[in-house]
């Protein structure tokens, strides 16, 4: 598909690629294949400014991101930047922007983002795969932590996100001892959604995902997602709930984006929806 009309121009690129598979589908892919998609620190800001653009751009609604190649999504960070670090070197360029590691494994957002793990999301690789709101993983994906091995921690916000998800049991032994997950034992915790068919599948079946995500309203795509990114990230059901009623009922039902989701269906016909204005 050839780019579509964007009202905003995307930033700079450092070491990925951007790219618009399909309507209103964002692919942002890695492009350090030689070092496992491994991330420097100026990829994470840079990555960091792209996911601001995304939910700033109104022709976008969905985004998939990626590995180039079939044998690693991103084996996290590149520690032969870390290990040439010198002591005057300064401090600020070694850190995280806001959204943690890749600009994805703290990120709030207003977009949904398909994580299409296209083999090994190791260390920051795996914590951002835990953020995403959706993962397709290929047949011989992996997933883990290895930092404690290194003498470092996953300090990206990944563990409490695997506490969450896979309980205390199986996320120590992950963090502790650096056991790998395969396709299967990740489908099986509930850290991916499907299993692709093949390896050279993944980021077109992540795709056809986002595309069922694009195809929806953008106004109630944004507020379902708050709703249940509340509920992920406090634990509270209600305030879930109470979030939605408070800060998006009023906007979405005087929206046209409603009034067009219901005129629609009463005509039998697929909606044409207008960029979100929430």
């Known amino acids: ?77 590149d520690l032969l930047e870390l290990r040439g670090r010198g002591t005057d070197d300064d401090p600020r360029r070694y850190i995280y ?26 260390g920051g690789g795996f914590e951002m795969a835990l953020n995403c709101d959706m993962v397709v993983a290929s047949p011989t994906a992996s997933f883990g932590l290895p930092e404690a091995i290194r003498g470092l921690y996953a300090a990206a916000g990944g563990l409490p996100r695997l506490m ?18 395969s396709a299967q034992e990740a489908l099986a915790y509930k850290l991916a959604n499907r299993i692709s068919k093949t390896n050279e599948s993944c980021v077109d079946e992540a795709i056809e995902l986002a595309q069922k995500c694009a195809e929806v309203s953008p106004d109630a795509a944004l507020v379902s997602r708050v709703a ?21 009922r009023k906007q979405l039902h005087e929206g046209e984006n409603m009034r067009e989701g219901l005129r629609a269906f009463a005509e039998k016909r697929k909606p044409n929806w207008a960029a979100s204005k929430l």
């Not at 509920?231 to 009623?245: C, F, P």
């Open 1 to 77: 598909m050839s780019q579509p009309t964007l009202v905003t121009r995307p930033p700079q690129c450092v070491n990925f690629r951007l790219t618009f598979p399909a309507s209103y589908v964002l692919l942002v892919t890695f492009e350090r294949e030689k070092a496992m998609n491994s991330l420097t620190f100026a990829m994470h800001w840079a990555l960091a400014a792209v996911w601001d653009w995304f939910d700033r751009e109104p022709n976008l609604r969905v985004a998939v991101v990626t590995g180039q190649g079939i044998k690693s999504f991103c084996a996290g960070q």
């Open 97 to 122: 922007p806001k959204g943690g590691f890749a600009g994805i494994s703290r990120r709030s957002g207003k977009k949904p983002i398909v994580a299409a793990v296209n083999g090994y999301a190791l």
């Open 164 to 181: 969450h998800i896979v309980g205390p049991f199986i996320a120590t032994e992950i963090a502790l001892t650096g056991r790998r997950l």
């Open 228 to 248: 249940l990114r509340e509920a992920w990230e406090t634990g509270s059901v209600e305030r879930g709930v109470e979030l939605v009623e408070d800060r998006y």
